[in-house]
Nanobody, 115 residues
Framework: QVQLVESGGGLVQPGGSLRLSCAAS????????MGWYRQAPGKERELVGG???????TYADSVKGRFSISGDGAKNTVYLQMNSLKPEDTAVYYC?????????WGQGTQVTVSS
């Protein structure tokens, strides 16, 4: 059973930056895909961004140019760098990893953008 542990959430002012981390209990080499979703109060969970083992990357239109996803194989960790944060980015952020045929989820980390 793969475990994903997220960290890096918190309170930030509009225009600020945060970097979320998602550490896996097993190597991320060879996995089929990984990325981040978020869920705001009263809304459905939505894809923030992710990439596949084939190298393709996708981001939600609302975060393009502001957020970026990267991985560090040596640390089994995936990052979500969030810049120019807006109040509408406030949500619980979840990382996921696809290790076919299963999908694993982190426990979520709260990001609040407010002045």
């Amino acid at each position: 059973q793969v475990q994903l542990v997220e960290s890096g959430g918190g309170l930030v002012q509009p225009g600020g930056s945060l970097r979320l981390s998602c550490a896996a209990s097993e190597s991320i080499d060879g996995i089929n895909g990984m990325g981040w979703y978020r869920q705001a109060p009263g809304k459905e969970r939505e894809l923030v961004g992710g990439f596949t083992s084939g190298g393709s990357t996708t981001y939600a239109d609302s975060v393009k140019g502001r957020f970026s996803i990267s991985g560090d194989g040596a640390k089994n960790t995936v990052y979500l760098q969030m810049n120019s944060l807006k109040p509408e980015d406030t949500a619980v952020y979840y990382c996921y990893q696809i290790r076919a045929p299963r999908v694993y989820w982190g426990q979520g980390t709260q990001v609040t953008v407010s002045s």
